[in-house]
């Protein structure tokens, strides 16, 4: 089946409009030869005369005003869409969904995301928080924020540059009322909260001194699977918590937690921003990708 191109309907619809092959032309911005040749291609593929015209003059047929008052209005909203399309291109709007595990999402939440909200306030962020892995393609995603040991090999990657470590800590009446660890071991002789990871099993605290590394199967009162529910039963004396550094570094510096085994904990792999190779990328996913690479370059690394 032959299929029209909107060269032809636009065609229809300005001379129909003007009322006359030049000044529809001209509309167009096409000549008035290019023009009758369109017109005269569309007659013969629907195999019926849309106008009438004579040297003086040009008119619809009756199967012309048929024509156009049914294309018009669809011929309309086929151009608005298109303009909308468009103007992503040009000014950062629509949805952007980003798939993130949620320490990931809660480090990178102010700087990087709140930041790209209110430079581009017509854009809508969703994101989801998991602690699967999933194919961000298949599931319809823009962006995934995950560790670097952790993206496909097939994607773009732009490391965030963040310094990240895992943090032992306690409450200071914890510690004055149990006494202070002082190696891996000695967590098997303290109440601790223990993690369940998004498979179902349960999270041993790992360590590592100088290339000696020790995976402890901790045991205590609760066992959660929401770090922001391990911190609090951690504020509240409950036992000891192996926490993300960047989740409870307010609470150090306040004094209520302590840190302890911090010779134990190196630093983890970066978190990375990644995303399948694509053409034209609307206006909004462009811009979080360039403040992505700008948020990675200006990063501050904070021990």
Known sequence: ???????ELDAVIAI??????????????VSTTALSNAIGKLERQLGVRLFNRTTRSVSLTDAGRDFVGKVGPA??????????????QATPSGTLRINAFATAAREIFSPLLLH?????????????TEGRLV??????????????DLV????????????????????????????????????LAHPCLRVRLPNGS??????????QAVQIDVDGPMTLDEASLA???????????????????????????????????PPLAPLCLYYPNRRNPSAAFKAFIDLARDFAASATYVS
């Open 1 to 7: 089946m032959m299929r029209h191109g909107l060269i």
């Open 16 to 29: 129909a409009r003007r009322g006359a092959f030049r000044a529809a032309a001209i509309d167009l911005g």
């Open 75 to 88: 011929l309309q909203d086929i151009h608005e869409a298109m303009d909308a399309a468009r103007s992503q």
């Open 116 to 128: 790209y909200l209110r430079r581009y306030p017509q854009v809508h962020i969703d994101l989801v």
């Open 135 to 148: 194919d961000i393609v298949a599931d319809g995603f823009d962006a995934g924020i995950r560790t670097a």
């Open 152 to 187: 496909p090999s097939d994607m773009i990657a732009i490391p965030l540059g963040l310094y990240r470590r895992y943090a032992v800590v306690a409450s200071p009446a914890y510690l004055a009322a149990h006494g202070t660890p002082l190696v891996p071991p000695d967590l």
């Open 202 to 211: 349960l999270f041993r605290w790992q360590f590592e001194k100088a290339g």
């Open 231 to 265: 911190r609090m039963a951690v504020l509240d004396d409950v036992g000891i918590g192996f926490l993300m550094e960047s989740d409870i570094r307010e609470d150090m510096k306040a004094g209520r937690l302590v840190r302890v085994l911090e010779d134990w904990t």
